[in-house]
């Protein structure tokens, strides 16, 4: 009885499930297994032999963070990176860096998130960060995705940056200057208008020489209405004076 009894423990301890969305990283007396268990029933040596589940799916946080822009204003605003746990990488993330996949975000990739959103956002004047803010960005993505690139047993799936605050008084003064710098275009377009308009009329004007004005009175003349002739050396051409 008492050999079934412990047989049954035995066989009870040498079996193990992985949920989906895991994968199990096994230790042999601490020494970590270089391949991980797949998801679904798996063996173990019982007593021997530890499981350790790490979650490969897609995680979401969100990171509100401020930071300083290059004329030292303080911005704010949320990053919300995604990523997952590479499936083949999980033995090799337990032994050097966490034992737990929820502290995997903690140790590596907040502390590279936020240095490099520092990085990029201290480059730009606050002033082209709000009017620019698509193109900066997608500097920021970039750098983030560069920054996060060497970290290869986790794969990083996209970020995003929302949320942007600043300052009231100084985004009334970025609005106060598109408008100026609005009215100040305007203003060019329609010196530009003025200046066409009068170059047309120089134009016009020049183009009305003698013979062009004489045509136009040929044109009008039908051959038997009494004419003004033009005066002799000058350039006035013949005047219809009617029958």
């Not at 911005?75 to 050097?96: C, D, F, H, Q």
């Not at 620019?132 to 750098?143: A, G, H, K, Y």
């Not at 300052?167 to 275009?185: C, D, V």
């Amino acid at each position: 009885m008492t050999t079934v009894f412990i047989g049954g423990i035995a066989l009870l301890s040498s079996v193990f499930v992985v949920p989906a969305g895991e994968v199990g990283v096994v230790t042999t007396l601490g020494k970590v297994s270089n391949t991980p268990r797949e998801p679904g029933l798996n063996l173990k040596l019982p007593f021997i032999q530890s499981t350790h589940n790490f979650s490969v799916r897609t995680q979401v946080i969100p990171e509100k963070f401020s930071t300083l822009t290059k004329d030292l204003q303080v911005i704010e605003a949320t990053a919300t990176v995604k990523y997952a746990v590479k499936p083949g990488e999980a033995p090799r993330i337990y032994s050097t860096i966490a034992t737990d996949d929820s502290a995997i975000y903690a140790r590596v990739i907040q502390p590279s998130l936020l240095k490099s959103l520092k990085s990029v956002f201290s480059k730009y004047e606050l002033d082209t960060i709000a009017t620019d803010w698509n193109n900066i960005s997608t500097l920021v993505q970039e750098s983030v995705s560069n920054e996060l690139s060497k970290f290869d047993y986790v794969a990083v799936k996209g970020l995003d940056i929302t949320g942007l605050k600043i300052a009231e008084e100084y985004r009334a003064a970025i609005e106060q200057k598109q408008i100026a710098q609005q009215q100040l275009l305007r203003a060019k377009t329609e010196v530009q208008i003025a200046e066409q308009e009068a170059l047309k009329f120089q134009t016009l004007t020049r183009s009305l020489n003698d013979s062009v004005l004489y045509k136009l009175f040929l044109d009008k003349w039908d051959g038997k209405t009494k004419v003004v002739p033009p005066i002799r050396g000058g350039s006035t051409p013949p005047v219809i004076v009617g029958q």
